[in-house]
């Protein structure tokens, strides 16, 4: 049986490249992206790679990997480590979005953890994010008048 991620030729890698920073910085200038961050603001690059090396040098146990379709780079998940749980954020170009594309890349992420619980905040508005985190085994763990709150326990 061949696994869909070789369909695909989709691959997830840790982030480790300055052309990779560079990426990040790009897609998350992007308005359909960034309208759905908790901090909308659109930076600098120096501002961009302050947050990285804050974000990510600073503590280890974060995560960020970019997803590549072939050779070509079309999004990232960054999982951000608080408190024991990590804290997941996804963003794919849009011409890649509904493709199942985030899905796959999930999963294969999902490989990297044992015993944790990941977290994923969305705004009520963001219903294709809603949809995506229901159907990738994400229960909801609380709501507020802006947001809900989603979890899932890796085994």
Known sequence: MMNITNVYMMNIQRFKQNSD???VYELRKKLNIRKNFTNSNLNT???HLK???LIFKKNKKNIFFIIRLKTLKIGYLKYDFIKNNY???IAIKKKYQ???LAKIALGESEKFFKKKRIFAYVFLKNKKSLSFFKSTGFKIFKTDTKYVCFEKLIK
């Open 21 to 23: 920073i560079r990426f």
């Open 45 to 47: 690059y120096t501002d």
């Open 51 to 53: 947050w990285y090396h």
């Open 87 to 89: 804290f997941i954020s």
């Open 98 to 100: 509904n493709q199942g």
